[in-house]
């Protein structure tokens, strides 16, 4: 992908959009902001961050683990071919599933549950961006990434964690890298830290 095109498409894209509550004044603001639910949005140089080094092209087909209000799944939607999305929180499910059909994005597959084992019916997956901290890098996701495929996924407690890229080569070798500490909500279902 291309770097002033990520940067150019996070300008264009109107972030208090995607918050209803009266943090919505703040939504010009680098930083994560409550949406309910005890959850949050991410903070936008995190979002174009953690988009750059997924890398997505116009061919990929990507998992996303934590809808939440939708932010980062308009930047996945608008940078490859199609988005699979997960949230467990219905509610919050819902109103991006509205909010991203209304802002016009279509090629995104919606679902609610837990997202920590993936979506094997639709695997394998080009990339996989997970936006919530899980304990570990799950094994059902890494066995759900195509060859060649990269996965982002914050790995910690909640206090703090390591954004970790997985990759896989042709061959399905695995290897990982840690990129920066980041502070996420954390997870739940099997790979988090509550069910
Ligand atoms: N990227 C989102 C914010 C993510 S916050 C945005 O920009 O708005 C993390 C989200 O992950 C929360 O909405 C939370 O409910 C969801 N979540 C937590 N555990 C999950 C799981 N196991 N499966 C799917 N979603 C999960």
New binding site residues.
């Given amino acids: 992908m291309n770097y002033d095109e990520l940067l150019d498409f996070s300008k264009k894209l109107d972030r208090s959009e995607?918050i209803e509550s009266e943090f919505r004044l703040f939504a010009h603001v680098d930083e994560a902001l409550p949406?309910g639910?005890g959850?949050?949005?991410?903070q936008p140089s995190l979002?174009v961050e953690m988009t750059r080094i997924l890398n997505p092209d116009k061919k990929s087909r990507v998992l996303e683990?934590?809808?939440?209000?939708?932010?980062?799944t308009a930047f996945l939607s608008h940078f490859s071919e199609s988005v699979y999305t997960?949230?467990?929180?219905p509610e919050?499910a819902s109103s991006a599933k509205e909010r991203l059909r209304r802002m016009g994005y279509i090629n995104i597959t919606y679902k609610v549950?837990?997202?920590?084992t993936g979506w094997a019916e639709h695997a394998p997956f080009d990339r996989i961006m997970v936006?919530?901290a899980a304990k570990k890098v799950p094994d059902e996701l890494i066995e759900q990434l195509a060859p060649e495929g990269r996965m982002v996924i914050p790995v910690g407690p909640p206090s703090v964690q390591m954004l970790t890229l997985v990759t896989k080569d042709k061959r399905g070798k695995i290897s990982i890298s840690e990129i920066e500490y980041v502070q996420?909500?954390?997870?739940?279902?099997k790979y988090?830290w509550w069910s």
């Fill in positions: 995607f949406i639910f959850q949050t949005i991410s979002v683990i934590g809808t939440g209000t939708g932010y980062q997960i949230e467990i929180v919050l549950g837990d997202g920590s936006t919530a996420f909500v954390e997870l739940r279902g988090g």
